[in-house]
């Protein structure tokens, strides 16, 4: 038996991996040859007094002594001009956090190695963490001028991604400046010059700098991708960066990748139409494109438009039947065989195990059995069901299943099949709680679904989630003096909950209780989750109870318009009709029944109006 390596015998062994590893790294070591044929290999120029000065380093470092590491391993690399030995000795420098040496060993390198362009790149991240922009600006016109020509445009552009380690942005945003201005007069880097120079003064914090540049460099290349993404970048916190966006997506140029960038971003901020719009055109310029069919299903159904859903829905899934079904085919075709033809079994494969289809696809598959519920097709909606294997998606399914029970009256039984899952993973009796809270929810048991969550937060203490949805069922049985405890806990929790304030200020206005207060609460979610259309309507809502109707009218009117939304319809309505502008509240509350006749929100207010059809 061998006998176990002594405590001596691994330090040692440590010690000569580390000094093999510096070897390596100044590139000494050569290959065995492979063959006698073969020229003799160089000799190398590792020589005694080097290897041990290499030994005696990394045995300081390991001791406990990274000065004196640092001091020999850099006299090394003087001495050999290795630059493996240069690196070696600026990390030792770093993992001591000794950033002066750091900087110190980058400098020597770079004299004993003028043309290295890593030793420049590591000098300039040393300087950004050191917060050194005075010595940025030289380091940064030394790899320009050293990087070819044609690899020069492609550099500017990846210079931003320096800045994450910056801790003065307005320094280097403004070293950027100065150092890629030569660079805006060349035809090949006036784009990139302009967009790096954009992106510095966008983590700076100043978007208006950062915008004025986008717009420059997409008039001099209207069809430029980089502009563009600045752009998108931008529209958060300048709404009118999107005016550029959109110029780009309207030449037939456009890539059609920026094109889903920015119905992420639509979808992100919930402009539900603009994405479907801009889906749509994705669909038609790339109709093979199935993840776009995907997306726009889901949000024709968030939309209202079952038809439109199902249909982009079932497109999405022939397709991708379709190039699965090619993959079979060519995997087949490659599979290795046996002797006598058959397949080649793989020892490791489990065949009782359920083939688990694409996420996607059980996604879609989720969705169309949700529509067919929705119009009391349950036998279409139990056969989408019925594909679905993937065990892991168990409670998705079920809870379908309960929905579809509900709606037949069958609560209990509802209740009982989420009650069944298994619970395979840790989280499992969580989302168990929450998904027989949803069923009584769907089924307005409200005081029920506010027990179970109750029940809920008693065993997964102080989970923000079950917290607010808690909040939720207590506004609906009229305990708004727990509800406000409950949402001031998340906020307490998680100060930057959007929704926890969003919630909070809206109860209060709508009870025009606090309105002030109200009104804070809810330009801090706006803060929080700028432009979500449901916030800018709690902010037209109590804009509205404080009067102030010119206001109210405009944010709602922006709310409406970014999301259709029936509950924002019945309010802008209301304000409409209040105001004196019935037609107008008509038209707006004619468009919400079409939508969603059975809204709570929307017959309350129609009745309590006298609105008649």
């Given amino acids: 038996m061998q006998a176990r390596m002594s405590r001596p015998s691994l330090r040692c062994w440590v010690l000569a991996t580390s000094v093999a590893a510096a070897v390596l790294a100044m590139g000494l070591a050569r290959p065995a040859r492979a063959q006698s044929a073969e020229p003799p290999p160089a000799n190398s120029a590792m020589d005694a007094p080097l290897f041990n000065q290499l030994l005696v380093a990394e045995m300081a470092l390991n001791g406990g002594d990274p000065g004196s590491a640092y001091q020999l391993m850099l006299d090394a690399a003087r001495r050999s001009g290795d630059d493996g030995l240069f690196r070696r000795a600026a990390d030792i420098a770093l993992q001591a956090r000794a950033g002066d040496q750091a900087l110190a060993a980058t400098q020597a390198w770079r004299q004993a190695s003028p043309d290295s362009l890593d030793a420049i790149r590591m000098q300039m991240q040393i300087q950004l963490m050191l917060n050194r922009p005075d010595g940025l600006g030289e380091s940064m016109q030394a790899l320009l001028a050293l990087t070819p020509e044609a690899d020069r445009p492609g550099l500017i552009m990846a210079l931003p991604r320096l800045m994450q380690r910056a801790a003065d942005p307005k320094s280097v945003a403004t070293v950027f ?206 056969g989408w069901l019925n594909k679905i294997e993937d065990p892991q998606r168990a409670l998705e399914v079920q809870s379908r299943r309960a929905s579809m029970l509900v709606r037949q009256g069958k609560l209990q039984q509802a209740r009982e099949l989420i009650r069944k899952v298994p619970e395979r993973r840790a989280d499992d009796a969580r989302a168990k709680l929450v998904a027989e809270a949803g069923v009584l929810r769907e089924a307005r048991q409200w005081r029920e679904a506010f027990d179970v969550l109750a029940d809920a937060s008693a065993r997964f203490s102080d989970d923000p989630d079950l917290l607010y949805e808690q909040a939720m069922m207590a506004e609906k049985i009229e305990r708004m003096d727990e509800m406000e405890r409950l949402l001031r806990r998340v906020i307490q929790l998680k100060p930057e909950n959007a929704h926890a304030h969003n919630a909070l200020g809206y109860s209060l206005a709508d009870r025009s209780q606090r309105l002030p207060e109200a009104r804070e609460l809810i330009k801090r979610a706006l803060e929080l989750s700028p432009g979500d259309p449901f916030i800018t309507d709690s902010l037209g809502w109590v804009e509205y109870r404080l009067d102030n109707r010119d206001e109210a009218l405009r944010l709602l009117r922006g709310a409406y318009s970014a999301r259709p939304d029936v509950e924002i319809a019945a309010h802008l309505g209301e304000v409409l009709w209040q105001s004196g502008q019935r037609d107008e509240a008509r038209r707006v509350f004619n468009d919400a029944k079409g939508r969603d006749s059975t809204n709570d929100v929307l017959n309350e207010t129609l009745t309590r109006l006298h609105v008649e059809p």
Wanted: aromatic letters at 4%; zero cysteines; charged letters at 25%.
């Fill in 177 to 382: 400046e100065t150092t890629l201005k030569p660079y805006r007069q060349a035809s090949a880097t006036q784009v990139p010059a302009r967009v790096a120079t954009g992106r510095a003064w966008l983590e700076a914090h100043e978007p208006d700098r950062a915008l004025d540049l986008a717009r420059e460099a997409h008039t001099l290349e209207p069809a430029a991708p980089g502009p563009v993404l600045l752009a998108m970048e931008l529209m958060r916190e300048r709404p009118a960066a999107e005016d550029l966006v959109r110029d780009y997506l309207g030449q037939g140029t456009a890539e059609p990748a920026l094109r889903l960038t920015y119905v992420r971003l639509l979808t992100g901020g919930q402009r539900y139409e603009d994405a479907v719009h801009q889906l749509q055109i994705a669909s038609k310029q790339q109709p093979e494109l199935a993840p776009v069919f995907l997306s726009l299903g889901a949000l024709e159904l968030e939309l209202k438009h079952p038809k439109e859903g199902e249909a982009a829905l079932l497109r999405y899934i022939s397709l991708v039947q379709a190039q699965n079904a090619g993959s079979v085919t060519m995997a087949a075709s490659a599979t290795p065989t046996m002797a006598d033809g058959s397949p080649e079994a793989d020892g490791d494969e489990d065949e009782d195990a359920p083939a688990k289809p694409e996420q996607g696809l059980v996604q879609a598959w989720l969705m169309l059995a949700q529509t067919a519920e929705q119009r009391g097709d349950y036998p279409a909606a139990e």
